[in-house]
T-cell receptor, first 118, second 115 residues
Framework: GAVVSQHPSRVICKSGTSVKIECRSLDFQATTMFWYRQFPKQSLMLMAT?????????EQGVEKDKFLINHASLTLSTLTVTSAHPEDSSFYICSARGSPTALNTEAFFGQGTRLTVV | AQTVTQSQPEMSVQEAETVTLSCTYDTSENNYYLFWYKQPPSRQMILVIR??????QNATENRFSVNFQKAAKSFSLKISDSQLGDTAMYFCAFMKHGGNNDMRFGAGTRLTVKP
């Protein structure tokens, strides 16, 4: 099956610093990757969509300068939370759709990253 | 825009019994996919079942089946012979067909299977 690996699974950073989260498709080409944010006991909220080699498309209300997304290759997308603050503490999940067609009819999820900003 | 509604924040069921989780959605699309995902305490998203809108036959995966009513825009999940390991959050999700469309989720239903 299609595997998406997300790292780190947990990260604690100091307020004001930046943290990078990686999302890799291990055995398929991820033409599109999605980044979600999930607060405790809530649903997944789409933050942005990224296509390989182009700028990410952010959902309304998501600060593009705060959450930098790079999708430089067909197997890697990164989310960088810049100048993190305690309110950025959350669970971040990536997912990917790929090619060929069989891998484009659903999305494959990473394990998620629990970010805590202190 | 597509919206997904899960009206049951919490459900419980006795082990070995059957439970049905509700989901409705709103879309003007004719071709799309619907999903049920399970999220256990590990928070890994696990695909339970998938339905393609152009297929009239309801999807089935072992103890899990759906009741897909396209005209009513309803997509409920039935879990038969519930097991303790089924305890988790369940999310209903919608994805447009084709291209690189994203997946939209309902608010979720927390299911507890009681021994």
């Amino acid at each position: 099956g299609a595997v998406v690996s997300q790292h780190p699974s947990r990260v604690i950073c100091k307020s004001g610093t930046s943290v990078k989260i990686e999302c890799r498709s291990l055995d398929f080409q991820a033409t599109t990757m999605f980044w979600y944010r999930q607060f405790p006991k809530q649903s997944l909220m789409l933050m942005a969509t990224s296509n390989e080699g182009s700028k990410a498309t952010y959902e309304q209300g998501v600060e593009k300068d705060k959450f930098l997304i790079n999708h430089a290759s067909l197997t890697l997308s990164t989310l960088t939370v810049t100048s993190a603050h305690p309110e950025d503490s959350s669970f971040y999940i990536c997912s990917a759709r790929g090619s060929p067609t069989a891998l484009n009819t659903e999305a494959f999820f990473g394990q998620g990253t629990r970010l805590t900003v202190v | 825009a597509q919206t997904v509604t899960q009206s049951q924040p919490e459900m419980s069921v006795q082990e070995a019994e059957t439970v049905t989780l509700s989901c409705t959605y709103d879309t003007s699309e004719n071709n799309y996919y619907l999903f049920w995902y399970k999220q256990p305490p590990s928070r890994q998203m696990i695909l339970v079942i998938r339905q393609e809108a152009y297929k009239q036959q309801n999807a089935t995966e072992n103890r899990f089946s759906v009741n897909f009513q396209k005209a009513a825009k309803s997509f409920s999940l039935k879990i038969s012979d519930s097991q303790l390991g089924d305890t988790a959050m369940y999310f209903c999700a919608f994805m447009k067909h084709g291209g690189n469309n994203d997946m939209r989720f309902g608010a979720g239903t927390r299911l507890t299977v009681k021994p």
